[in-house]
C-alpha cells in the first residue's frame, strides 16, 4: 500500500499539517488541511507530484473535524465529483465547522470562565469558521471502530482513539504495523485535550485525558514500526514517545495539584496560573488542559470537587 504524506500550509500557530493520499484504488485522502488558496494549491501539487488529480479522489477520510484537518473536505468532495467523505459521528460539533455554543458556553461557565472571556472565545471561534465548510447528515458517511477501509491491495482498520476531540480515529495498515494516527500522536509536542461535550450527554462534559490516556495504550498494544502524525515528523519509535507523553502528563498533572490553594480554585484560575501569558486560541487551549488534568486527579481520588455557584471548584484533599 502506498502511503503517500503530502505536507500543506495552515494559519493557525501549530503550522503546516499533514494529509496522507493513499494512492491505491480507491484513490483516498485522509485529512484536507484547512479552506485556503495556500492550502489546495500545495495540495494540487502534492497529489500532482505523485501522479494524481483532485478529480481521482474516491473517498475523503477525516481523523477529526478540527479546521487545520477537514477544511477542504467539502470542496474536495464536490471538485472530486462526490467523493464519499467518512468520519466518527462523534465529531458532529466540530464537523459541522463551529462549536455546539450553548453546550460548550455551560462547559465554561462551569469552569470559571467570566460572561466576557466566553463571549471573546466565542468570536474567536466564530472568525475560524472560515476556514472550513460544513456538512449536512446526509453528505457524510461514519467510521465505526475496528471498521476497515477496503483497497485493492489491502485495507486500513478504523481504531477509534479519543481524546484530542470524542471522535479522534486512527487507522492500522496491520501487515506492516503502520499507524495514520491524525492528532493522536505528535512527535514534539504532546497533543491538547480539548475541552468537549460528551456525545453521549451533552450537558456533561468529556472525560478527554483519561480517553487519551486509554487510546494511546491501545496504539501502543499495537507495535506499530511507524506512526504517521497530523503535524511534524513521523514516529519511528512509538515507545520511547509513549514514555515521553506519560511522564509529560505526570508531571502536569503534579504541577495542577501542587497549584490548588486550600480555599480551592476554578480551572479557568489554574489555567491562568498554568499559562500567565497566553493569547489568541492559546487561551481555550489553556483551560483545556487545566480542566482535563483537574478532571482526571478527581477521578483518580487525588483532589475533590464540588459545584458552587455554577462553577466547580477544586480543592486538595486536605482542605477543610
Request: net charge negative; charged share 25%.
Amino acid at each position: 500500500m502506498r502511503i503517500v504524506p503530502i505536507s500543506l500550509p495552515t494559519p493557525f500557530y501549530i503550522g503546516p499539517v499533514n494529509v496522507y493520499l493513499i494512492a491505491e484504488d480507491p484513490i483516498t485522502l485522509i485529512d484536507t488541511g484547512p479552506k485556503t488558496k495556500e492550502a489546495i494549491e500545495a495540495l494540487q501539487d502534492g497529489l500532482r507530484k505523485a501522479g494524481f488529480r483532485v478529480s481521482d479522489i474516491r473517498r475523503i477520510v477525516l481523523t477529526h473535524s478540527h479546521e487545520d484537518h477537514c477544511g477542504l473536505a467539502h470542496s474536495l468532495r464536490d471538485q472530486a465529483k462526490d467523493a464519499e467523505v467518512l468520519i466518527h459521528d462523534w465529531e458532529t460539533g466540530h464537523r459541522a465547522a463551529r462549536l455546539e455554543y450553548e453546550e460548550n458556553r455551560a462547559l465554561l461557565t462551569r469552569a470559571g470562565l467570566p460572561e466576557n472571556e466566553i463571549e471573546w472565545m466565542r468570536r474567536m471561534y466564530d472568525s475560524v469558521r472560515r476556514y472550513a465548510d460544513s456538512f449536512e447528515d446526509h453528505e457524510y458517511n461514519s467510521l465505526h471502530d475496528n471498521g476497515t477501509l477496503e483497497f485493492a491491495s489491502g485495507t486500513l482498520e478504523v481504531i477509534h482513539t479519543p481524546g484530542h476531540t470524542p471522535g479522534s480515529c486512527s487507522f492500522l495498515r496491520e501487515a506492516d504495523r503502520t499507524i495514520i494516527a491524525g492528532d493522536c500522536v505528535l512527535k514534539r509536542i504532546t497533543p491538547n485535550p480539548i475541552l468537549s461535550p460528551d456525545p453521549i450527554d451533552k450537558t456533561r462534559r468529556f472525560p478527554s485525558l483519561a480517553e487519551y490516556q486509554v487510546s494511546l495504550a491501545r496504539l501502543r498494544a499495537l507495535a506499530p514500526t511507524l506512526v504517521y502524525g497530523g503535524h511534524g515528523d513521523a514516529v519511528h519509535d512509538f515507545e520511547e514517545l509513549f514514555n515521553r507523553y506519560v511522564r509529560a502528563m505526570r508531571e502536569r498533572q503534579a504541577q495542577v495539584i501542587k497549584l490548588l490553594p486550600k480555599s480551592g480554585a476554578t480551572a479557568w484560575e489554574i489555567a491562568q496560573t498554568l499559562f500567565p501569558d497566553t493569547d489568541d486560541v492559546h487561551r481555550f487551549l489553556a483551560v483545556s488542559e487545566a480542566v482535563a488534568h483537574l478532571d482526571l486527579a478527581q477521578s483518580e481520588g487525588k483532589i475533590a470537587v464540588e459545584l458552587s455557584n455554577g462553577k466547580e471548584i477544586y480543592r486538595p484533599l486536605s482542605a477543610k
